[in-house]
């Protein structure tokens, strides 16, 4: 007998997938209003730099689109294509952050890539998940 998650078409990974989606989008709009403090919680230092307040940005445009992409897609051919492109792009930045370690304190490292590989990973149980349906 199949739980009522599986009879209406959604699962837990489902699910994930669509909280890390809304999650993109919230921090894409809080790195958007105010990247200074969003560098400052991330360990980037806090002083005014507007070049890198212009790279927060760019990062929180990139956060809004994927969020948003996965969210307004109206299928699930949209889904597993938004799914799929997110994943990729956390990846990146898992290899983006190992890569910069020896420049950057290591609780900055490791706070980056945790969170860059959770959602690779919820990005690749979403790949698979739609591979073996």
Known sequence: MA??????GRDRVDEMATSLA???VALGLAALAAPRLTVKLMGL?????PGRDYV??????REIALGAGYLL??????????A??????????VASGLKTRRGMPLWVT????????????????????????
């Open 22 to 24: 809304r999650g993109r």
């Open 45 to 49: 230092g806090g002083s005014a730099d």
């Open 110 to 133: 490791a706070g980056a890539v945790a969170v860059a590989g959770g959602a690779a990973s919820i990005g690749a149980a979403k790949v698979a998940r739609d591979l073996v349906r």
């Open 3 to 8: 739980d009522a998650k599986e009879e209406d």
């Open 84 to 93: 799929r492109i997110g994943l990729a792009v956390d990846s990146i930045d």
């Open 56 to 61: 927060a940005r760019m990062f929180a445009a």
């Open 73 to 82: 897609s109206g299928d699930d051919s949209g889904r597993r294509l938004w």
